[in-house]
Each structure stands twice: as C-alpha cells, then as structure tokens.
C-alpha cells in the first residue's frame, strides 16, 4: 500500500456514464456519476435494486470500462488502459468479496486463498504460507483443509475475504458481502472488514441495510444511476 499517496485520492470519478446495449435494448446505467474517495475511507454504496451499484462497483473495479467521463486511480488516467493494463491494475490493486462467495467447490481454504498467487510467480511454499497466515487473520486457523461445503456461509466469506487480501490490495471491492448471510455471521464480517479498515485498506461495499452502512463512515446514495446523496453519518 505504500505506493498510494495519501495526497491524492486513491479514486476520482467525474461525469462518468456507463450504457448497455442499443436501440430498444440501451440502458443508461450510469448517468453522469462523480465523486473522490481518499486512501483510508471506508464507503458504503446504498440505493435500490437496479439502480447502478454493482456497475458503479465493475468500473471502480477495472473489471467494466466507462461509456464516457473520467476515472482517474491513484493519479493515473484509466480510461487510457488497455485490457491488459486493467487486468493488472485489478490484480495488484483490488480485492473483491462478493454476495455469493465465488469460491471454488472441492477445493481446499488454502487452495483458494492462493489461487491469485498462482500466476504470480510466487514459489508454491510461500504460496501456502501466506495463504495460511491470511486465513488466520480471519479466524480460520483450524480450516485451511476445508472445501466450501464443509464450512458455514460466514466462514466461506471468510474465506473469500482472505483470498481477496492476499495480494495486499489498497482498495477492498464488498458487493453485497453480508447479503446471503445470518445476523451472527454478518457481525463476523463487519468486524473484519471494520479491522481491515483500521490497518489501512480503504473499502467500498455495496449494501441495502442500514445498521451494515453504519459501519462506513460515509454513504453515498444511488438512484436511478446518479449518486443523489454523499453524506458522513
Ligand atoms: N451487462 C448488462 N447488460 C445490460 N444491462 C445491464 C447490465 N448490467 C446491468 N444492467 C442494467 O443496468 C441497470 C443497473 O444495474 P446494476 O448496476 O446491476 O444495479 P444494482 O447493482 O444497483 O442492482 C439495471 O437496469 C440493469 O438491468
Ligand atoms: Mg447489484
């Protein structure tokens, strides 16, 4: 994370419009979106369903590009960047947890905590030592050896969050990340999540409940593909 300047926000989206398909088919999904966040912000992102979250959270991501307007990532102009470029920001500088988990079935904790290591010419002992040592740091020190199915929902986010840590990201991507589970198990979570904060990630996470959005200390609001309300609650 020390490449990130405190200086300069870690995102600067201005005017950003993101629309799918054409003729009878378009949707403006994203309508002339603009906002900075600084490294160290936790962000919750609200708004009804269909109104351009997770779009809004694809490009932020590198994992979708804009229509028109500008995003600019830690200084750089991304709207510039090749697919290979994004793919390469995305992987050195997000990690995504999402609603449902995406873990690999019959695979162990450690095998898909490591999975982004694979290809990064990490060295297969410290692959897995990190991969353990990340999977401590949520509280999994006793299941580096479980599939998915064997372990509860809270304890398979668990997992994804580990596997998004894993390459030290600046920025953590959560959409939805309590969304499938249990009040207890969402507790698990935003405390993890709160920790992750507090040691410097910044985070943005997409959520429809209220007492989950309080964790953040600022909520932007989307309707309709605009961000109709920013405020620190
Ligand atoms: N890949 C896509 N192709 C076409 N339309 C899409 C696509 N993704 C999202 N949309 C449309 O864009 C709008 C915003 O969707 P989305 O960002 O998923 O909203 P949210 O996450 O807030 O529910 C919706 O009208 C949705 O149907
Ligand atoms: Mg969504």
Same mark, same amino acid.
């Given at each position: +994370? @020390? %490449?990130?300047?405190?200086?300069?926000?870690? +995102?600067?989206?201005?005017?950003?419009? %993101?629309?799918?398909?054409?003729? =009878?088919?378009?949707?403006?999904?994203?309508?002339?979106?603009?906002?900075?966040?600084?490294?160290? /912000?936790?962000?919750?992102?609200?708004?009804?369903?269909?109104?351009? %979250?997770?779009?809004? +959270?694809?490009?932020?991501?590198?994992?979708?590009?804009?229509? @028109?307007?500008?995003?600019?990532?830690?200084?750089?102009? !991304?709207?510039?960047?090749?697919?290979?470029? *994004?793919?390469?920001?995305?992987?050195?500088?997000?990690?995504?947890?999402?609603?449902?988990?995406?873990?690999?079935?019959?695979? @162990?904790?450690?095998?898909?905590?490591? *999975?982004?290591? !694979?290809?990064?010419?990490?060295?297969?002992? =410290?692959?897995? /030592?990190?991969?353990?040592?990340?999977?401590?740091?949520?509280?999994?020190?006793?299941?580096?050896?479980?599939?998915?199915?064997?372990?509860?929902?809270?304890?398979?986010?668990?997992?994804?969050?580990?596997?998004?840590?894993?390459?030290?990201?600046?920025?953590? *991507?959560?959409?939805?990340?309590?969304?499938?589970?249990?009040?207890? @198990?969402?507790?698990?979570?935003?405390?993890?999540?709160?920790?992750?904060? %507090?040691?410097?990630?910044?985070?943005? +996470?997409?959520?429809? /409940?209220?007492?989950?959005?309080?964790?953040?200390?600022?909520? *932007? /609001?989307?309707?309709?593909?605009?961000?109709?309300?920013?405020?620190?609650?």
């Amino acid at each position: +994370m @020390s %490449k990130i300047s405190e200086n300069i926000p870690l +995102m600067d989206i201005r005017e950003v419009k %993101k629309i799918y398909g054409e003729g =009878e088919y378009r949707t403006e999904a994203l309508r002339g979106v603009s906002f900075t966040i600084h490294p160290g /912000e936790f962000v919750a992102i609200i708004g009804h369903s269909g109104s351009g %979250k997770s779009t809004l +959270m694809n490009i932020i991501g590198f994992l979708d590009t804009v229509t @028109s307007g500008q995003y600019h990532f830690a200084g750089q102009d !991304v709207t510039t960047f090749t697919e290979d470029d *994004l793919a390469g920001i995305r992987n050195k500088e997000v990690g995504f947890v999402f609603q449902s988990f995406n873990l690999l079935p019959r695979t @162990s904790a450690v095998d898909n905590v490591r *999975l982004p290591l !694979v290809y990064a010419g990490v060295s297969d002992h =410290e692959q897995i /030592e990190r991969a353990q040592k990340a999977l401590t740091m949520v509280g999994l020190h006793d299941k580096f050896e479980n599939a998915p199915n064997q372990l509860s929902g809270g304890q398979q986010q668990r997992v994804a969050i580990a596997r998004a840590l894993i390459n030290n990201p600046s920025l953590i *991507l959560a959409d939805e990340p309590t969304g499938n589970l249990d009040t207890a @198990s969402s507790r698990d979570i935003m405390k993890i999540l709160d920790k992750l904060n %507090k040691d410097g990630h910044t985070i943005v +996470m997409v959520t429809h /409940e209220k007492n989950i959005a309080a964790h953040a200390g600022r909520v *932007l /609001e989307v309707s309709d593909g605009q961000i109709i309300s920013d405020h620190r609650p």
